[in-house]
């Protein structure tokens, strides 16, 4: 090989490549003409599927006209990612993500108590619901706590806490099907940072504790007081699982 | 407007690595743009950016190849099936045109779950099925003015199929049979009886599109090309048609098992029903995926239909010649 020729990959490009642009080039109207009717009907499929989303969403879950049989909502995070499981009697399950849940006025009484969430969306704040991805099958309260960008990223966490707590006066936690316990644990944000959370830790700290059993299909309301701190609501049955609570907890409140 | 000198250029030369360095540059100027949002990197999450990114680039070029159809191995194949050039032609335009159908199908059936339900190996498999039907469906070509040929040869389904793949497919109508059955009888009307019924018309729409393909008409041909069209008859059936709708069959019933199931999974025959079928949904997707070319069997090549099955002694072919 004399010098100044390619070697290596730049070789065999070299080599290859006329005969593949011998062949191509011809093609390209063709390629270009299936190239938008494949990108023009995959964008129509995309704005039917959420044109129908829309109207499943109002028509199915959060119909009145069927029974649904189990709400829970089965994964949470900070705001886009939380989605609650609906199980209706023979049509199966379906797992829709709040934000659609609420984006039409509100949500189905029903569905809401079941699935022990608002009605009505919140602005911002903390809303519980009943875990299904539970370890044990014991379902848990969960938090969803709206995102930073939701709340306005407040680096102050009193301030941030002053909206907080204005939304929570009330937290409706229902208990239905076959729980038995539940652990309702309401933690003081300043808490932060600790690598575990325990029970006789928090109870020596917190303004506001509940730690509750409850009987199936009966139905608790925390009343939270006016003059709470910043805090953040998490649950779990083992305490062991503290440790995820903790970071919930701080990526709320920064 | 693509270039073709630019492609050249840029495909002949030592691009690829001028790209690489592009891209290397690109992962560290996003650095300053971290940073003011306040993450950090280490060398190696830059690299691993760098890496993302090319990745990024890379999916979307298959993309738009493939929403394009650039089949790139088409003619290999083609090659591989047959030694005559222009029946090798005849294949390779069959296989763009049915790839390009399934995957602008496929892709179409995730976007529309993507903003609905989000049952992405549902609604993609019902694409591809669809795209698949489309293909075997189109008029390829425009009629040729003059002269015609037709040739009278008398074909039947079961020459053009794999044997073992119409049985899948009719055990599994079978079981949607017997599942619309336990939906009426049990009165579990709404979505388990609309997925069963679905697993029927799914079966009925393949043998019916199967039999479509068999009995096209084609003109008087060269014997290679006789042997391709014969070739592409039992490939478009097989390949194009009964695998994906294998792979649907399975994903419908996985659907409507789950129904039955319930929340609580693998705990019940049907939630195991539901599991096993959503595996083997899976499974014959994943077999069947570009059309599943690149996995012929020694004994399909080396026995094509149009020797040893389409082209057997019993069959009577009769050309003949009319005006149009």
Request: hydrophobic share 45%; net charge neutral.
């Amino acid at each position: 090989m004399s010098e100044g020729e390619p070697s290596g990959l730049g070789a065999r490009v070299q080599e290859v490549a006329p005969e593949v642009l011998e062949q191509l080039v011809p093609q390209l109207p063709g390629i270009k003409r299936r190239l938008g009717v494949g990108l023009v009907v995959i964008l129509l499929a995309s704005i039917v599927g959420v044109g129908l989303g829309k109207g499943y969403v109002v028509a199915d879950p959060l119909s009145a006209d069927f029974e649904v049989q189990e709400a829970v909502v089965s994964s949470f995070g900070n705001g886009d990612d939380v989605y609650v499981q609906f199980a209706i009697p023979n049509r199966g399950r379906r797992d829709i993500q709040l934000d659609r849940v609420y984006r039409d006025n509100g949500l189905n009484p029903r569905v809401a108590a079941l699935a022990g969430v608002p009605e009505t969306k919140p602005e911002l704040g903390i809303f519980w619901g009943r875990s299904s991805s539970y370890a044990d099958g014991v379902p848990s309260i969960l938090n969803y706590v709206g995102s930073r960008r939701d709340l306005g990223v407040n680096e102050d966490p009193q301030s941030f806490a002053g909206d907080l707590t204005s939304n929570l006066v009330e937290l409706p936690v229902t208990v239905a099907g076959d729980a038995s316990i539940i652990v309702a644990l309401i933690v003081p944000a300043r808490r932060c940072g600790e690598s575990a959370i325990t029970l006789d830790s928090i109870a020596a700290e917190v303004r506001f504790a509940s730690i509750q059993r409850l009987s199936p299909t009966r139905t608790e309301r925390f009343d939270v007081a006016d003059d709470v701190d910043v805090w953040a609501v998490k649950e779990t049955g083992e305490i062991a699982q503290a440790a995820d609570l903790n970071e919930a907890i701080c990526e709320v409140v920064g | 407007m693509l270039d073709g000198k630019k492609i050249r250029r840029f495909v002949s030369g030592q691009r690829p690595f001028t790209v690489l360095i592009l891209l290397t540059l690109l992962g560290f100027a996003a650095v300053p743009f971290l940073d003011s949002i306040g993450v950090s990197l280490g060398v190696g999450a830059l690299f691993g950016i760098t890496a993302l990114l090319a990745l990024a680039l890379l999916t979307a070029t298959l993309l738009l190849m493939n929403i394009g159809a650039v089949d790139t191995d088409g003619a290999e194949i083609a090659r591989l099936l047959t030694r005559d050039r222009q029946a090798q032609v005849l294949i390779q335009r069959w296989i763009v045109r049915a790839r390009w159908y399934r995957y602008v199908g496929g892709a179409a059936g995730l976007a529309f779950a993507l903003g609905w339900t989000g049952h992405f190996v549902l609604f993609g498999m019902i694409g591809i099925m669809t795209g698949a039907v489309l293909s075997e469906s189109a008029r390829v070509g425009k009629p040729v003015d003059g002269p015609r040929t037709a040739e009278l040869t008398r074909r039947s389904l079961r020459r053009y199929v794999s044997g073992g793949q119409q049985y899948v497919l009719y055990l599994i109508a079978g079981l949607g049979c017997g599942l619309t059955v336990f939906s009426l009888v049990d009165g579990g009307r709404g979505w388990s009886l609309y997925g069963s019924l679905s697993v029927l018309l799914l079966v009925g729409v393949v043998l019916i599109a199967q039999w479509r393909v068999v009995v096209r008409s084609r003109p008087a041909l060269p014997e290679p090309l006789r042997h391709a069209d014969d070739l592409l008859r039992y490939l478009a059936n097989t390949r194009s048609l009964a695998d994906p709708a294998m792979a649907l069959g399975f994903a419908l019933l996985a659907e409507t098992f789950g129904i039955w199931a319930g929340p609580q999974g693998l705990t019940n025959v049907a939630g195991i029903a539901e599991f096993v079928c959503f595996v083997l949904a899976l499974g014959v997707w994943w077999q069947n995926r570009r059309l599943g070319l690149d996995r012929l069997s020694d004994v399909e090549l080396a026995n094509p239909p149009s020797q040893g099955v389409a082209g057997s002694k019993d069959q009577t072919t009769v050309s003949s010649t009319h005006d149009s």
